[in-house]
């Protein structure tokens, strides 16, 4: 995988921040989404925010740019099944 480093982690960061003033909803199911809550391993949180991109970065989408972004529940995200969740996911080996 490749390392796209701080601007990745800066971009989604920022766009966390604004999506979470707007309390913008899943982008697939519509439902509420929980910005103050953190990643817990002990406690499955479907509602947690996570970013996800609209063209998947598989299929040539960009990863550092906000235009690509969308807000997602978990619960969507995992669904979804994206290829870029090892950027961030690293946790949890299935
Ligand atoms: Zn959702």
Not at 22 to 33: A, K, L, M, Q, S
Not at 53 to 80: E, Y
Request: proline share 5%.
């Amino acid at each position: 995988m490749t390392n796209y480093g701080g601007a990745y982690v800066l971009a989604r960061d920022r766009f966390k921040a604004e999506a979470a003033a707007r309390n913008e909803p899943c982008w697939i199911c519509r439902g509420e989404i929980d910005y103050l809550s953190t990643f817990d391993p002990q406690r499955y949180n479907p509602k947690l925010f996570e970013l996800d991109h609209a063209t998947p970065t598989s299929l040539g989408g960009s990863i550092t740019n906000p235009n690509n972004f969308r807000a997602c529940c978990k619960r969507c995200n995992a669904r979804r099944g994206n290829t870029d969740r090892g950027l961030f996911k690293t946790s949890r080996s299935w």
